[in-house]
């Protein structure tokens, strides 16, 4: 009953802007950490930046200082703004959300994943 929706990818020069963003939707009883995965062609997923419930982040080397990860706890969303892109962070972006559901028979906690959204950096 749990869905992400990610928005906010698309098509942009080296050196440009995007803001990526996830909202979680349904019978939530609460959400602990959430973040960002990254899986280029003929790649393996790869971790971009996490944020637990209390703000703290966490970045992957390639992006820190480019990538800010953040959330907003009232609306279920986080938010990946990526500025200074680089075609190296070509890629279809994942949102994750650790999410206990309240359940008939007491509590559920696991993680959600988002459909992806593709980004895509031209030189």
């Known amino acids: 009953q749990v869905q992400l929706m990610e928005s906010g990818g698309g098509l942009v020069q080296a050196g440009g802007s995007l803001r990526l963003s996830c909202a979680a939707s349904g019978s939530i009883f609460s959400i602990n950490a959430m973040g960002w995965y990254r899986q280029a062609p003929g790649k393996q997923r790869e971790l971009v930046a996490t944020i637990t419930s209390g703000g703290s982040t966490n970045y992957a080397d390639s992006v820190k200082g480019r990538f800010t990860i953040s959330r907003d706890n009232a609306k279920n969303t986080v938010y990946m703004q990526m500025n200074s892109l680089k075609p190296e962070d070509t890629a279809v972006y994942y949102c994750?959300?650790?999410?206990?559901?309240?359940?008939?028979?007491?509590?559920?906690?696991?993680?959600?994943w988002g459909q992806g959204t593709q980004v895509t950096v031209s030189s």
């Open positions: 994750t959300q650790r999410i206990t559901t309240a359940q008939a028979m007491g509590v559920s906690t696991r993680s959600y």
